[in-house]
């Protein structure tokens, strides 16, 4: 019975949706990944930056960032998480990159995520864990067309139906049941996508440039 694990970051830790191959799917969460990423799994897929230089931006986020706009964030290095605040980061890459090739204050907020990814990341490891991005997901899922706004209640229920239909039907219920635990709906939802890509994926985009440490630098979706 082979399991697909779906792994989003969240304020207090991190979230895990996962769906095995006679439909079954629960959800769980921790404040680390590595209880979480040893669940059984046949594949998993994290919605964190994984393969990072240090300086420049990734092929693969310009990319995804061209089919579904700003909700990819530009700028994931290795050692961002040195800086004492995103202002003294971006003075540091302005000088060496140019005006403009910083980073946003939504990738500075997700540092330290990216940094715990970074660190239990592996070549070896990176055969059954791979990175994701919900949008790139969702805008193939819904037959390569950008849905409405996650913030919005429209853009909210187009994601949840399109869940439903891959075999997260309890989607509606856990996203009551999440209350009191810090996990954002958003969150929650993004895992699902994220198990998603785990059990149906087989495209990406980028692949072709690897970081220092040997790791791919792609998305899949």
Known sequence: MKTYLGLDGFR?????????DRGDHGFDYSPGLTRL?????????????????????????????ELVGAAVFLGARRDLWMFADVATANRHYWEREGKGRGVSVQLWNIRDKIRDVDEVMTPARQAIVGEAHPELIFWNLAGRVRLDSKRSASGRGQRSALLEQCGFTRLPKWLTQRHGTGIGRDD??????????????????????????????????
């Open 12 to 20: 207090f830790g991190w979230v895990a949706a996962w769906i095995d």
């Open 188 to 221: 929650l939802i993004d895992a699902c996508a994220c198990a998603i890509a785990a059990r149906d994926s087989r495209q990406r985009v980028g692949g072709d440039e690897i970081d220092p440490r040997g790791l791919r630098m792609e998305i899949n979706y």
């Open 37 to 65: 990423l040893a669940m059984p799994h046949a594949r998993a897929m994290i919605d964190m930056p994984i393969g990072l230089n240090t300086g420049g931006y990734r092929t693969c986020d310009l990319r995804a960032r």
